[in-house]
């Protein structure tokens, strides 16, 4: 039945959505958050905030105590479902295992959501950043590996998703303009990797190349360590097997 206007299909399909914002918002804030805070962030009334996190709150999806809202157990345990059935994420432990063991740098995977990326899986090398790469944690797209994403969209795409920024910061502060970063971009997308240096991280270097099948970006595989451990010669190698590594995971995830 086509359902048109307000019935009760729609409205069905919409609570969820919106049950989704909910949970999407207070995944991404990290800490427990206010109930106002909820509705002004997802932009629902108060009153529909309310009777989402209520919902939410008795399957567990959602926690509440007298900080606010978080997440709950349920999704936890649906991430862990996620990791151990995702045949993306099974291809790729044994290459990325495969990668910190040969490279002795930090190897991790990463799939798009949205305007950002999250890590669905990381292996540590022998020498690891101070900073934890968080599997789980949302990234932004354009610093590090997230390049990798942007630069295998089309504009359209591409300004979706960097919206009306003009310029933005690095972490070792490098200011970088939008017309040049698009430039970068399509380089990226032409020698099919990309190096970052001192982008999220100071003192960090990343090198990072796409996990495609079919003309389809299904991830990004990634090492990254510290700039003293990536000599010319690390760097060389490190390319060469990530880029061989993207090509061997997208093979075998068939």
Do not use: C, W
């Amino acid at each position: 039945m086509a359902d048109a206007g307000g019935t009760p299909e729609r409205s069905t399909m919409r609570s969820v959505e919106r049950a989704f914002e909910v949970v999407d918002f207070l995944s991404d804030s990290g800490k427990p958050v206010r109930l106002a805070d909820v509705a002004r962030g997802t932009g629902l009334h108060i009153a529909t905030a309310q009777r989402m996190l209520r919902v939410l709150e008795r399957t567990n999806y959602v926690a509440q105590d007298s900080a606010g809202y978080s997440i709950g157990a349920a999704a936890l345990a649906a991430a862990h479902s996620y990791l151990m059935g995702n045949n993306l994420v099974l291809t790729a432990t044994p290459v990325l295992q495969e990668l910190a063991a040969a490279l002795g740098l930090t190897a991790s995977l990463s799939v798009r959501l949205g305007a950002s990326r999250v890590l669905v899986a990381r292996v540590e090398g022998s020498s690891p950043l101070r900073y934890q790469l968080p599997v789980g944690g949302r990234l932004p797209l354009h610093l590090g590996g997230g390049k990798v994403f942007l630069a295998y969209m089309d504009d359209v795409s591409r300004a979706a998703v960097l919206g009306d920024m003009g310029q933005f910061e690095t972490a070792g502060g490098g200011i970088v303009k939008i017309p040049d970063f698009m430039a970068a971009l399509n380089e990226i997308a032409t020698r099919g990797y990309a190096v970052s240096r001192n982008e999220r991280v100071v003192g960090a270097v990343s090198i990072s190349a796409p996990v495609r099948r079919d003309g389809d970006l299904l991830g990004v595989v990634q090492v990254i360590g510290p700039e003293e451990k990536l000599t010319p010669e690390l760097l060389a190698q490190a390319t060469r097997d990530v880029v061989n590594a993207g090509v061997g995971i997208a093979a075998r995830s068939r």
